[in-house]
T-cell receptor, first 113, second 114 residues
Framework: NAGVTQTPKFQVLKTGQSMTLQCAQD?????MYWYRQDPGMGLRLIYY???????DKGEVPNGYNVSRLNKREFSLRLESAAPSQTSVYFC????????????FGSGTQLSVL | AQSVTQLGSHVSVSEGALVLLRCNYS??????LFWYVQYPNQGLQLLLK??????LVKGINGFEAEFKKSETSFHLTKPSAHMSDAAEYFC????????????FGSGTRLLVRP
């Protein structure tokens, strides 16, 4: 019963470095999401993938890219990290659209120095 | 576009007291509304959701919320707070059947005093 698995759990980067956050779900969900959580701002949607082969921008996509590798995996890439990207990142998934429950991973705490 | 406003970034109650966490939404279509809870160092978990039908929705751990269309509100309540309820609570809205996006409020941290 793994659910949504995110790696790594913690990461420290220097400004300008790149990295990829990995996310995988084993629930055969169609939709996958990347959120960032910042104090006082709640969760903000970075990108989402409604189904395999599609990706769309959320509220705060600048500085990020995503890849829906297959139905299970949805990665988030920071090409040139900036201190403003210091945050906790959550991956989530759900079966489809509308009123369905989101399942969350346990998060990645990223610090950019 | 839909949006969610949670009044009060922090709410403090005594153990055994009523919990009331406020949420107001803006949506151009009949919304789907959710409350999620986040315990320390964990991801979010669904507490309850409103889709259609009965406007009073019961969730896990004794929480409930009432959808009031006239007030565009979906406040979360629990009659008697327990120490284990201390967490951060997020209200969220989805724009109807065909929406894939879930938009979250800024969150309310609930503190429970012994």
């Amino acid at each position: 019963n793994a659910g949504v698995t995110q790696t790594p759990k913690f990461q420290v980067l220097k400004t300008g470095q790149s990295m990829t956050l990995q996310c995988a779900q084993d629930m055969n969900h169609n939709s996958m999401y990347w959120y960032r959580q910042d104090p006082g701002m709640g969760l903000r949607l970075i990108y989402y993938s409604a189904s395999e082969g599609t990706t769309d921008k959320g509220e705060v996509p600048n500085g990020y890219n995503v890849s829906r590798l297959n139905k299970r995996e949805f990665s988030l890439r920071l090409e040139s990290a900036a201190p403003s990207q210091t945050s906790v990142y959550f991956c989530a998934s759900k079966r489809g659209q509308g009123n369905e429950k989101l399942f969350f991973g346990s998060g990645t705490q990223l610090s950019v120095l | 576009a839909q949006s969610v406003t949670q009044l009060g970034s922090h709410v403090s109650v005594s153990e055994g007291a009523l919990v009331l966490l406020r949420c107001n939404y803006s949506s151009s279509v009949p919304p789907y509304l959710f409350w999620y809870v986040q315990y320390p160092n964990q991801g979010l978990q669904l507490l309850l959701k409103y889709t259609t039908g009965a406007t009073l929705v019961k969730g896990i751990n004794g929480f409930e919320a009432e959808f009031k269309k006239s007030e565009t509100s979906f406040h979360l309540t629990k009659p008697s707070a327990h120490m284990s309820d201390a967490a951060e609570y997020f209200c969220a809205v989805s724009d109807g059947d065909s929406s894939y996006k879930l938009i979250f409020g800024s969150g309310t941290r609930l503190l429970v005093r012994p």
